[in-house]
C-alpha cells in the first residue's frame, strides 16, 4: 500500500511543479506575463478553497480509497490539458481541474495513512509519503537537466512528460484501492473507516491547538510553494544572473534536502514528541532564509539549506499533530478545512506575488523590481512564526510521552 501511496504522491508533485521550469518559455513562445504565470498555479488552488473540505467529508463518508481514485482520475485528466492547451485559457482550464482533484486526494491519502499506520510509526510514514512527494518536485526543477531535449523543443513536449507522470499517479492509485479494499475486509487497518453522519457544526467545535496549527499550514506552505515552485527559477535568474540549468539545480535543493530529511524528522517526532518545540524552530527558519537571498553567492546555498530544513521538519510534524487534537471520525474533515484554507492562501500568495513582480517591473534589467515580493515572503514567514509560538503556549506535544496513539477529543 505504502508504495502505490508514494508514487501517487510523487507523480502529482511532479506535475504541480511543471509550471516553475517551464515558465521562461511560457513567456518567450506564448507572450505570457508573470501574472499569467501565476495564474497557471493560482487557479490549482482556487477551486479547493471550498471543494477540498467537500472532499475532506467525502473521505470520511465514502471513504478514503475511492475518493482517492475519483480525484487521481481527475488530475490526469488536467494534466493533459494543460499539456494540449495551446491558449491561456484552456491551460487554464486544465490545471483548474488538475486542482480540483490533487488536493482532494492529498486530504484522502492523508486520511489513508493515518487508518492504515496510527500507533506504528504514524509520524515516520507521513514524512516518507511527504519525501516522496518532495522527489517529484526535485525531479521537476531537475528536469530542466535530465530532459533538455524536451525543452528545446519548446514549452509543450516538457509539459507532455509531467502528464505522463499523472498517468503514473493513475495506475498508482489503482492498485492502492485494490490492496486497502483487500485488507481492510481482513480488519489489518490501524483505525476502521467509521461513516458517521456529519453534522456540520462540528467545524467549530475544533479547539484553538487545530486553528494554531492550520495558522502554520497555511503561512508556511504559501510562502515556501509560490516562491519556490513559481518565481524562483525566474528571480535567481534575474536577480543572480544564474542560467536556466543552475536555477534549476539550486531550486531543487530545497526539493532534494527535504526528500531526505523529512523522514528522519518524522522518526524523531515518533520517538520524543515535542510537536510545538519543533514547529517553531521549523518555522523560524523561515525568515531567516529569505534574509539571506539578496545578498547572492554563498548566501544563495545557505538561504537554500535553512529552507530545505524548514521544508523538511515542519510538515514532518504539522501533519501527525492533526490527529492529536481532532477525533478520528472527524480527520478528513480536519485535513480537509487545513487544506481549504491552506489553498486560499496558496492562490493568494501567487497572485499577489506576479502582482508585486508585475508593478515593480521585475526582470533581467530590473533585479531590484523583486524586492517586494521578497518582503512579502519574509513578512509572511514571520507570521508562521508567530502561529508556532501560540500553539507552544498551548502546551500540545510538548511532552515525550504524546506518542502515536492518544488522541484527544476535538
Same mark, same amino acid.
Given at each position: 500500500m505504502f508504495t502505490a501511496a508514494a508514487l501517487l504522491m510523487l507523480g502529482n508533485y511532479y506535475v504541480y511543479d511543471s509550471i516553475g521550469p517551464?515558465?521562461?518559455?511560457?513567456?518567450?513562445? +506564448?507572450?505570457?506575463?508573470?501574472?499569467?504565470?501565476?495564474?497557471?498555479?493560482?487557479?490549482?488552488?482556487? $477551486? /479547493?478553497?471550498?471543494?477540498?473540505?467537500?472532499?475532506?467529508?467525502?473521505?470520511?463518508?465514502?471513504?478514503?480509497?475511492?475518493?482517492?481514485?475519483?480525484?487521481? *482520475?481527475?488530475?490526469?485528466?488536467?494534466?493533459?490539458?494543460?499539456?494540449?492547451?495551446s491558449r491561456f485559457p484552456v491551460m487554464l482550464l486544465g490545471r483548474l481541474l488538475f486542482g480540483v482533484g490533487a488536493e482532494t486526494m492529498i486530504v484522502a491519502m492523508l486520511v489513508a495513512l493515518v487508518q492504515w499506520f496510527d500507533g506504528r510509526?504514524?509520524?515516520?510514514?507521513?514524512?516518507? /509519503?511527504?519525501?516522496?512527494?518532495? +522527489?517529484?518536485? *526535485?525531479?521537476?526543477?531537475?528536469? #530542466?537537466?535530465?530532459?533538455?531535449?524536451?525543452?528545446?523543443r519548446g514549452w509543450q513536449p516538457p509539459l507532455l512528460l509531467a502528464a505522463g507522470f499523472a498517468a503514473l499517479s493513475m495506475a498508482a492509485a489503482l492498485v492502492y484501492y485494490a490492496v486497502d479494499r483487500r485488507e481492510a475486509a481482513r480488519g489489518t487497518l490501524a483505525i476502521a473507516p467509521r461513516p458517521d453522519a456529519f453534522d456540520w457544526r462540528k467545524l467549530w467545535r475544533f479547539r484553538a491547538p487545530f486553528w494554531y496549527i492550520t495558522g502554520i499550514c497555511v503561512t508556511c506552505y504559501a510562502v515556501i510553494l $509560490? *516562491?519556490?515552485?513559481?518565481?524562483?527559477?525566474?528571480? #535567481?535568474?534575474?536577480?543572480?544572473?544564474?542560467?536556466a540549468d543552475a536555477a534549476g539545480i539550486l531550486n531543487s535543493n530545497v526539493f532534494a534536502a527535504a526528500a531526505i530529511a523529512t523522514p528522519l524528522f518524522g522518526l524523531l517526532v515518533d520517538r520524543v514528541?515535542?510537536?510545538?518545540?519543533?514547529?517553531?524552530?521549523?518555522? +523560524?527558519?523561515? $525568515?531567516l532564509s529569505f534574509l539571506c537571498l539578496p545578498f547572492g553567492g554563498v548566501t544563495l546555498w545557505i538561504s537554500t539549506v535553512l529552507l530545505g530544513v524548514s521544508f523538511s521538519l515542519v510538515p514532518a510534524v504539522l501533519w501527525p499533530a492533526v490527529p492529536r487534537v481532532v477525533d478520528a471520525a472527524?480527520?478528513?474533515?480536519?485535513?480537509?478545512?487545513?487544506?481549504?484554507?491552506? /489553498?486560499?492562501?496558496?492562490?493568494?500568495?501567487?497572485?499577489?506575488?506576479?502582482y508585486l513582480n508585475d508593478r515593480g517591473g521585475a526582470g533581467a534589467a530590473h533585479a531590484a523590481g523583486y524586492d517586494a515580493m521578497l518582503w512579502f515572503f519574509g513578512l509572511l514567514s514571520v507570521a508562521g512564526l508567530g502561529f508556532a509560538l501560540l500553539l507552544w503556549r498551548q502546551g500540545i506535544g510538548n511532552a515525550a510521552t504524546d506518542s502515536p496513539g492518544h488522541r484527544p477529543a476535538s
Open positions: 517551464v515558465a521562461a518559455l511560457l513567456t518567450r513562445d +506564448l507572450g505570457y506575463t508573470q501574472t499569467q504565470i501565476g495564474a497557471l498555479n493560482a487557479v490549482y488552488s482556487l $477551486p /479547493n478553497i471550498l471543494l477540498v473540505l467537500v472532499g475532506g467529508v467525502l473521505a470520511d463518508r465514502l471513504g478514503a480509497r475511492r475518493v482517492i481514485c475519483w480525484t487521481t *482520475f481527475i488530475c490526469l485528466v488536467g494534466a493533459l490539458l494543460t499539456a494540449l492547451g510509526y504514524l509520524a515516520l510514514f507521513l514524512a516518507l /509519503n511527504i519525501s516522496t512527494a518532495r +522527489l517529484g518536485s *526535485f525531479l521537476a526543477d531537475r528536469s #530542466l537537466a535530465f530532459a533538455d531535449a524536451l525543452y528545446a $509560490p *516562491f519556490r515552485s513559481t518565481f524562483a527559477i525566474e528571480y #535567481l535568474q534575474h536577480a543572480h544572473g544564474m542560467s514528541g515535542r510537536h510545538a518545540q519543533l514547529l517553531v524552530a521549523g518555522s +523560524l527558519l523561515l $525568515p472527524l480527520l478528513g474533515t480536519a485535513y480537509g478545512l487545513m487544506t481549504m484554507l491552506q /489553498n486560499a492562501g496558496l492562490a493568494l500568495a501567487n497572485l499577489i506575488a506576479g
